[in-house]
């Protein structure tokens, strides 16, 4: 049996994955684990992934759940160029950095944006109140800037002048409120200047496949929802929204 990668490309960390192993000629079997027909919470999935998410991998009778672990684990098992986690001290300190930094900051506020614009509406039966999607927006708004300020700042990459997993989990995050239909490159220069490097280093064609469904987001429909998840998304978001 050999390397197995459980995916659904509507999940961020997945994609970065997803491009990873591609444009790192990583052989590995696509399993895909349609969140939005909960296929995520079977007994067959279970047993690959307890915790009952995606990511997963599976490598024989080895299995690892969490983006960054099994990122890291690709890396070392197929000793993948240097450059995406680097054996220099302070370059790899970087990457660990930003890594250590995204979840609640990029990651949390990207995902909160793109859960109230495209899913809450889906479940209420109306748009976010103006001044509601204002607030989450601008919560995005504050962590770019820090992106920008504290990350980016005027090198080509996160670590410096060679890409490394750290932009590549930074863009794939980033997009999600794209798919949300919230252009957030169109004012700022310098960050789109780094998505056009960051996609050029990884191949513009693989990025685009791999954001294919989620640019399309915006067209989801209730339908195409399992009902355990519309009950348990509602609960969420509500929640998350103050709107409970």
């Given at each position: 049996?050999?390397l ?24 590995f ?22 915790l009952?998410?995606v ?8 299995t690892l759940?969490?983006?960054i ?13 240097d450059?995406?986690y680097?054996s ?9 950095e ?24 889906l ?23 820090q ?17 490394s ?9 980033l ?17 789109a ?6 996609e ?26 399992a009902?355990?998840?519309m ?14």
């Open positions: 049996m050999g197995e990668l459980y995916l659904d490309l509507l999940s961020q960390p997945c994609r970065a994955l997803y491009i990873f192993a591609k444009c790192n000629n990583i052989p079997e696509f399993k895909h684990v349609e969140l939005m027909k909960g296929q995520h919470r079977t007994e067959d999935f279970r047993k690959v992934n307890v009952m998410k990511p997963a991998l599976r490598d024989g009778s080895f759940a969490e983006s672990a099994i990122l890291l684990y690709l890396t070392r098992k197929f000793k993948t160029p450059h995406w680097p220099d001290l302070q370059k790899r300190a970087k990457v660990d930003y890594l250590s930094w995204q979840h609640v900051n990029i990651r949390g506020k990207g995902s909160k944006l793109f859960l109230t614009k495209v899913l809450l509406p479940i209420t039966g109306q748009p976010l109140p103006p001044e509601k999607l204002e607030g989450v927006t601008e919560e995005l708004n504050v962590v770019l800037e992106f920008e300020e504290k990350f980016l700042q005027n090198k080509p990459f996160i670590a410096g002048s060679e890409v997993l750290a932009d590549l989990v930074a863009l794939v995050e997009m999600q409120p794209v798919g949300a239909g919230y252009n957030l490159f169109e004012e700022r220069p310098k960050l200047e780094w998505r056009s490097r960051v050029e280093a990884v191949g513009k064609k693989l990025f685009q496949e791999a954001h294919e469904g989620i640019l399309k987001a915006k067209n989801l429909t209730a339908d195409k929802i009902p355990e998840l009950e348990h998304f509602k609960h969420h978001l509500l929640k998350q929204t103050g709107q409970n």
